[in-house]
């Protein structure tokens, strides 16, 4: 499971249930429990709930795919385990 802090992170949206969020990409500016906030290119705000997704992270040398159901929690739920 992905423990890290997604805050300042570039974002991908892979896959989604939601068609209308496929292709999504932006820098995450909150995360809550169930959703991230991120900022596009164009400077909009948009929710995406982590139980829908499929995101695609920044990771040297490869990018990280993670299923955002894995994501569901705070960043300190996660650590903790």
Do not use: H, Y
């Amino acid at each position: 499971m992905f423990g890290g802090m997604l805050i300042g992170t570039e974002i991908l949206v892979l896959a989604s249930k939601d068609k209308t969020m496929n292709g999504i990409k932006g820098l995450v500016l909150d995360e809550t429990k169930n959703m991230l906030v991120i900022l596009t290119p164009e400077e909009r705000q948009v929710m995406i709930p982590k139980s829908i997704v499929t995101l695609s992270v920044p990771s040297k040398p490869n990018n990280l795919t993670i299923d955002g159901s894995k994501l569901i929690g705070t960043p300190a739920e996660r650590i903790k385990g």
